[in-house]
């Protein structure tokens, strides 16, 4: 599969000067691109059996190819994600690195004013990045150093007044390398696709549901399956079923954005292939956030909640905890890459956050949450601190987020830099495995130039 991929990605890169392709007709060719270097740096970290403080530099490069011949469109992006100077390269993961990759190479077509009052018909085939609504559950990583692909179709349907309904049927990149001394080498390795992983389903999205806002709703079948001699999974099978609503903000104007999700299905507890015992899943997740912007002064206040639900017993046979699939988490819950501490998952998080914006020229972000365990019992995010007895309590602590991000050089250059302080609550203080490393504390910069 992996040189399909190069095959294919090459093919579309040349196929607008392929003499076959109708003689008489204009293709309008366009080549962009980006460069991000990023800076991290996490102390106190909360890692079980990792060093207590760490930094990385990783790079991004990406080159975008797209050309452009009436209805029809082929396009692709050429990634390089790389990581260097870990101290601990257990600290490394696909999310990190992922060098030399063809992230996408599709071919897209529209078709307009299809229906009285116009519409449109539309199909996109080969690799894709694709955020669904939100990008809470399928998205685009917008901080994380590599990001989310799908190989497959999607096709939509849109009314003139823009509602819309979208079908799709793709198989998640598998990205490789995921062994620790090749991240750590920076090794060229093409992602994996396959059919023993797949999505599937149905996004809809209204702006005449209700006046004044975006209502959207989603069905998503995720079906996974071992691949013998390849890959060990939890064999997941599950069906999410989704709706947001949301109201954009505006000066002098309430806005509001809920999203929630209920899921069911089946799946294992481990990817052990010793473990062969199905757990019904019965989960969901809820994001929700009404905020002012004050009249012509840039400022919006609000506040946030965010719940996962968790498991909250093992060996029931039944599965609580929710899986966020493949949705980015950096807008709701804090940085990715090597903090990645609050996940979508086993949590209760009440906030408040302030955003100022100056006009687009530059913008401020401070964003306070409250963190709690929605179960007890169960590992908290992705990190592995866990109580199986409960008795370390459910409450967290409290994170508190900042960014700013300030154009150098107008659409050219721009600056970012965040910080993080997660003060620990008595889950932390008191669970078996924690670190007992103290207060984590992590920040990043990040220098993007853009031609």
């Given at each position: 599969m992996k040189n399909i991929s190069v095959v294919c990605a090459l093919a579309i890169m040349a196929s607008p000067a392929i003499p076959a392709v109708a003689a008489d007709d204009d293709w309008s060719v366009g080549l962009t691109g980006a460069q991000r270097t990023l800076y991290e740096y996490i102390d106190n970290s909360f890692r079980p059996g990792r060093t207590d403080d760490e930094a990385l530099v990783s790079f991004r490069t990406n080159l975008v190819l797209q050309a452009t011949n009436g209805n029809w469109e082929l396009g692709a992006e050429l990634m390089d994600s790389r990581t260097y100077d870990a101290d601990d390269p257990r600290n490394l993961t696909p999310g990190m690195v992922n060098a030399v990759e063809p992230i996408q190479y599709f071919v897209r077509y529209r078709q307009q004013d299809v229906f009285d009052g116009g519409g449109e018909l539309g199909f996109q085939a080969g690799r894709f990045t694709w955020p669904l609504g939100s990008g809470r559950i399928i998205g685009r990583n917008g901080y994380r150093n590599t990001v989310f692909t799908f190989m497959g179709a999607r096709a939509h349907v849109q009314s003139g007044d823009g509602n819309r309904l979208d079908a799709f049927w793709m198989m998640p990149g598998q990205i490789r390398p995921n062994d620790t001394a090749s991240l750590e080498d920076n090794e060229v390795k093409h992602d994996r696709f396959s059919d023993d992983l797949w999505l599937g389903g149905f996004f809809a999205e209204s702006p005449t549901l209700i006046s004044g806002v975006t209502s959207r709703g989603y069905a998503v079948w995720l079906q996974e399956d071992d691949t013998p001699g390849k890959q060990e999974s939890q064999d997941r099978s599950l069906v999410t079923l989704g709706a947001q609503f949301q109201k954009k903000r505006a000066s002098g104007k309430w806005d509001f954005d809920v999203e929630g999700a209920v899921q069911r299905g089946?799946?294992?507890?481990?990817?052990?292939?010793?473990?062969?015992?199905?757990?019904?899943?019965?989960?969901?997740?809820?994001?929700?956030?009404?905020?002012?912007?004050?009249?012509?002064?840039?400022?919006?206040?609000?506040?946030?909640?965010?719940?996962?639900?968790?498991?909250?017993?093992?060996?029931?046979?039944?599965?609580?905890?929710?899986?966020?699939?493949?949705?980015?988490?950096?807008?709701?819950?804090?940085?990715?890459?090597?903090?990645?501490?609050?996940?979508?998952?086993?949590?209760?998080?009440?906030?408040?956050?302030?955003?100022?914006?100056?006009?687009?020229?530059?913008?401020?972000?401070?964003?306070?949450?409250?963190?709690?365990?929605?179960?007890?019992?169960?590992?908290?995010?992705?990190?592995?601190?866990?109580?199986?007895?409960?008795?370390?309590?459910?409450?967290?602590?409290?994170?508190?987020?900042?960014?700013?991000?300030?154009?150098?050089?107008?659409?050219?250059?721009?600056?970012?830099?965040?910080?993080?302080?997660?003060?620990?609550?008595?889950?932390?203080?008191?669970?078996?495995?924690?670190?007992?490393?103290?207060?984590?504390?992590?920040?990043?910069?990040?220098?993007?130039?853009?031609?």
């Open positions: 089946e799946r294992r507890e481990t990817n052990s292939p010793l473990d062969v015992q199905d757990q019904k899943v019965r989960a969901g997740f809820l994001h929700a956030e009404v905020g002012y912007s004050l009249i012509d002064t840039g400022w919006n206040v609000a506040a946030t909640y965010d719940f996962a639900s968790g498991d909250d017993d093992p060996n029931d046979n039944r599965s609580g905890l929710f899986d966020p699939i493949f949705g980015p988490i950096r807008g709701d819950l804090g940085p990715t890459g090597l903090f990645t501490m609050v996940h979508r998952n086993n949590l209760s998080a009440p906030g408040a956050r302030v955003l100022y914006n100056a006009g687009g020229s530059w913008d401020l972000m401070v964003h306070w949450q409250a963190v709690w365990l929605d179960s007890a019992t169960d590992a908290f995010g992705r990190i592995g601190v866990r109580d199986i007895s409960g008795s370390s309590g459910t409450f967290a602590g409290h994170q508190i987020q900042m960014r700013a991000r300030v154009p150098l050089v107008e659409n050219k250059v721009r600056l970012e830099i965040g910080a993080v302080s997660f003060q620990n609550g008595e889950f932390f203080r008191n669970a078996p495995n924690a670190t007992g490393n103290g207060d984590p504390f992590f920040a990043y910069s990040a220098l993007t130039f853009t031609f």
